[in-house]
């Protein structure tokens, strides 16, 4: 069992920049790929980008792509998604999960789940 926290979500205004945390504790760490997703009202929850269990492997959506960096500290049990020139668009709750070992992008894909923490963007 893995327990997840997620933390670092706020109001910021287009352009502005937001780091969100996930803290894990239960089973080690070092042996989950990690993933976050986001889900907007009324949208289904869709990948935002995923880390490996070593951190060798990362994916990214296009939306996010080169505006996000995920990253992780073993040693802090923690995986991080630095978010940078935020978008309306990117408004939403964001998840992170894990999984064993690899990277995934489909949230089916991932058996541990946190609460999720808002991220509101304003024009």
């Known amino acids: 069992q893995v327990q997840l926290v997620e933390s670092g979500g706020g109001l910021v205004q287009a352009g502005g920049s937001l780091r969100l945390s996930c803290a894990a504790s239960g089973r080690p760490f070092s042996s989950y790929g990690m993933g976050w997703f986001r889900q907007a009202p009324g949208k289904e929850r869709e990948f935002v980008a995923a880390?490996?269990?070593?951190?060798?492997?990362?994916y990214y959506a296009d939306s996010v792509k080169g505006r996000f960096l995920i990253s992780r500290d073993n040693a802090k049990n923690t995986v991080y998604l630095q978010m940078n020139s935020l978008k309306p668009e990117d408004t939403a709750v964001y998840y992170c999960?894990?999984?064993?070992?690899?990277?995934?992008?489909?949230?089916?894909?991932?058996?541990?789940w946190g609460q999720g923490t808002q991220v509101t963007v304003s024009s």
């Open positions: 999960a894990a999984r064993p070992m690899t990277a995934a992008k489909t949230p089916g894909q991932y058996y541990y």
């Open positions: 880390i490996s269990a070593s951190g060798g492997t990362t």
